[in-house]
């Protein structure tokens, strides 16, 4: 396993101990890289008008077209780090 395959590992399990919920945007970062990183490109049928939450989540995946999983699973862990400064406080 590469040392980041670890590391975007790691941070899967890092990112529940937050102690914060992070905004919106930053969830649809986490999930879009996630998804990227694990099956690439979004070749999934766009949801309807009327399903706001995954249309949401579609276009911030879709965003990310072209992306490599190597790239995408540094973005995940890079975000998951900087969102433990930001919303893990003791």
């Known amino acids: 396993m590469s040392k980041l395959t670890e590391q975007f590992e790691a941070a899967q399990l890092k990112v529940k ?3 914060e919920r992070p905004d919106n945007n930053e969830l649809l970062d986490l999930y879009a ?3 990227q990183a694990t ?3 979004n070749n999934t049928d766009e949801p309807g008008l009327f399903d706001i939450k995954e249309k949401f989540k579609w276009k911030q995946w879709d965003g990310k077209r072209g992306m490599s999983s190597d790239a995408a699973k540094q973005a995940y862990v890079d975000l ?3 969102l433990l400064g930001k919303y893990s406080h003791s």
Do not use: N, P, R
């Open 80 to 82: 998951v780090e900087t």
């Open 33 to 35: 890289f996630f998804k």
């Open 17 to 19: 101990t937050l102690t």
């Open 39 to 41: 099956e690439g490109d």
